[in-house]
């Protein structure tokens, strides 16, 4: 079994711990496989943040080891609204062991919340080339 640990601390902006937080860590995108052996990997991993620290670990099998080629975890913080809301993260478990941040592949989108950019922003970002039809600022419509 080649298993490496992961462990993060949940905390508030000032730095106090948030005890008792569940934690979910799932295999995605399906089962998987060591490749060692052929035992099927625990396809989900609870735990919960410590009630004095806020800190989690987790002893999970690394990505190298897991066939098909290709998975990764999900993993799950379920932070209460007052302290900030749940978060999620996108890692892969390598040769040694390391924080939630350093194993993150690439961040998870935050679907609940607003996505978007005003158009003052747009504006500023987005210039129209020369020779287009409008002019920023100087938009006429017409009435047909």
């Known amino acids: 079994m080649a298993t490496s640990t992961i462990n993060n601390f949940i905390d508030q902006p000032d730095g106090t711990a948030v005890p008792s937080v ?3 860590i799932r295999l995605m995108p399906c089962a998987g496989f060591r490749i060692d052996d052929g035992v099927e990997v625990a396809q989900r991993y609870d735990t919960v943040s410590g009630s004095g620290t806020g ?3 987790a002893a999970l099998e690394r990505n190298s080891n897991i066939t098909p080629a290709g998975t990764w975890y999900e993993v799950e913080e379920k932070i209460p609204l007052q302290y900030g809301g749940p978060k999620r993260y996108t890692i892969q478990v390598g040769d040694l062991s390391q924080t939630l941040v350093a194993a993150q592949v690439t961040p998870t989108a935050d679907l609940d919340s607003e996505n978007g950019i005003s158009q003052e922003a747009a504006d500023a970002r987005y210039v129209l080339a020369p020779g287009s039809f409008a002019v ?3 938009v006429t419509t017409i009435d047909v």
Request: glycine letters at 12%; a neutral charge; zero cysteines.
């Open 136 to 138: 920023v600022g100087n």
């Open 22 to 24: 569940k934690v979910t």
């Open 55 to 57: 800190e989690w670990t």
